[in-house]
Every structure is written in structure tokens, then in C-alpha cells.
T-cell receptor, first 118, second 115 residues
Framework: AQSVAQPEDQVNVAEGNPLTVKCTYS??????LFWYVQYPNRGLQFLLK??????LVKGSYGFEAEFNKSQTSFHLKKPSALVSDSALYFC????????????????FGKGTRLSVIA | ETGVTQTPRHLVMGMTNKKSLKCEQH?????MYWYKQSAKKPLELMFV???????ENNSVPSRFSPECPNSSHLFLHLHTLQPEDSALYLC??????????????FGPGTRLTVT
């Protein structure tokens, strides 16, 4: 079974400081990993994904994430946080092995609320 | 976000009412999804449609009934709901449900309150 954990319900960071939102995963094979952001009263918006290749993935709005296979992690990062980055962030995973053999749902974490303080 | 639209954005209904949620995608995708988002719980996948055929139903109560008349439209018909069904209902689409690397694009959601 595949699962994803976001250990922090809330992350607070000062504007201009670097931010990290943590995500760890568990799959049988190799993972496909995704980050989404949800602003108030909006749907989820795709930020970036890791499929294969470079462990450092760059996405929208200056966000990036680093795939670490040994630690089964895919933490979301940004060098300098903006107040407008305040939102709910979701990590999601799909198992590559079961995905290619049939329908496999995208499994989401419970979300981490990021608050950037001016 | 304008790629996937949902109506209505807000809905208040009694337990004996019948209502429908509508989703439309303008992205040329062939897979569509319904999710339920409740406070402090992970997103729950409810239904998946691929090429207008239902391919997944995650043990959702029969008071929720999906309909996918074509690849651009998805409905969720609601009847005799319970207060615990109050949540944000999100629609999403993707290029294919069998493409594991395809990201999903979400609509803004319908905030449902059951009284």
C-alpha cells in the first residue's frame, strides 16, 4: 500500500526567510511524487512533480523539491518566502509499479498550513 | 484554475433534498474525478471516470450518484444526505487515469452544507 505523511500541521516562517514543508512517503516500488497548493476558497493547484531524473525538481512560483530515496522524502522548499505563499500545501504519491499495471489512485497527505509573517 | 469549473460554488441543502453538483473541464482531458475534502482529514477520492466509464468507486454511500455524460462534464447527484456529508467537494481532471505521471487539475470546489 502507498501512503504519504506530512508531519507538520502548521509551519510558520518570516517573510524573506527560506521555507521547508516536509513530506515522507511509502510505496512498494518507485514513487511518482507531487506537490499541490490550495489557497483559501480555491481548489488544489499543481506546483511540481518528480517522475525520474534529477532529484531536485523546480516548479511554479519559485518552489522546488528534493527527492531523497534513502530517506523516502520529498520536501518542498523555497529560498525566500513571500506573504502570498501562505496557503495549504499537499504532498501526493503514486506507486510506479502498480500505476503502470492498472488504476492506482493518487494518495494525498493531510496537508500542511504555511503561514508567512511579514 | 479556469480549466476546470464547478457549479454551484456554495450549496446549502436539507437532508430530504435532491441536488446536483456540476463540473466541466476545458482542457481536453479524458479522466475526471470527484474528491471530498473535510476539515483536518486527507482528501478522499470518491469516483474516477476514464473515457466516460466509471473505473473506481471507493465505497461511497449510494446517496452520492455520479454521472459522466461525456469527457468534459461530470455530475454528482445528491439525495438524502447526512450532516456529516458537509464538506468541500472537488472535481479534477487529468490526461488519463492510467498515466501515472499525469498531474490532476482541480476545480475551485463546491462548499456543501447539509442542515
Amino acid at each position: 500500500a502507498q501512503s504519504v505523511a506530512q508531519p507538520e500541521d502548521q509551519v510558520n516562517v518570516a517573510e524573506g526567510n527560506p521555507l521547508t514543508v516536509k513530506c515522507t512517503y511509502s510505496v512498494s516500488g518507485n514513487p511518482y511524487l507531487f506537490w499541490y497548493v490550495q489557497y483559501p476558497n480555491r481548489g488544489l493547484q499543481f506546483l511540481l512533480k518528480y517522475i525520474t531524473g534529477d532529484n531536485l525538481v523546480k516548479g511554479s512560483y519559485g518552489f522546488e523539491a528534493e527527492f531523497n530515496k534513502s530517506q523516502t522524502s520529498f520536501h518542498l522548499k523555497k529560498p525566500s518566502a513571500l506573504v502570498s505563499d501562505s496557503a495549504l500545501y499537499f504532498c501526493a504519491v503514486r506507486d510506479m509499479i502498480t500505476a503502470t499495471s492498472g488504476n492506482t489512485p493518487l494518495v494525498f497527505g493531510k496537508g500542511t498550513r504555511l503561514s508567512v509573517i511579514a | 484554475e479556469t480549466g476546470v469549473t464547478q457549479t454551484p460554488r456554495h450549496l446549502v441543502m436539507g437532508m430530504t433534498n435532491k441536488k446536483s453538483l456540476k463540473c466541466e473541464q476545458h482542457l481536453g482531458h479524458n479522466a475526471m474525478y470527484w474528491y471530498k475534502q473535510s476539515a483536518k482529514k486527507p482528501l478522499e477520492l470518491m469516483f474516477v471516470y476514464s473515457l466516460e466509464e466509471r473505473v473506481e468507486n471507493n465505497s461511497v454511500p449510494s446517496r452520492f450518484s455520479p454521472e459522466c455524460p461525456n469527457s468534459s462534464h461530470l455530475f454528482l447527484h445528491l439525495h438524502t444526505l447526512q450532516p456529516e456529508d458537509s464538506a468541500l467537494y472537488l472535481c479534477a481532471s487529468s490526461q488519463g487515469d492510467r498515466g501515472p505521471s499525469y498531474e490532476q487539475y482541480f476545480g475551485p470546489g463546491t462548499r456543501l452544507t447539509v442542515t
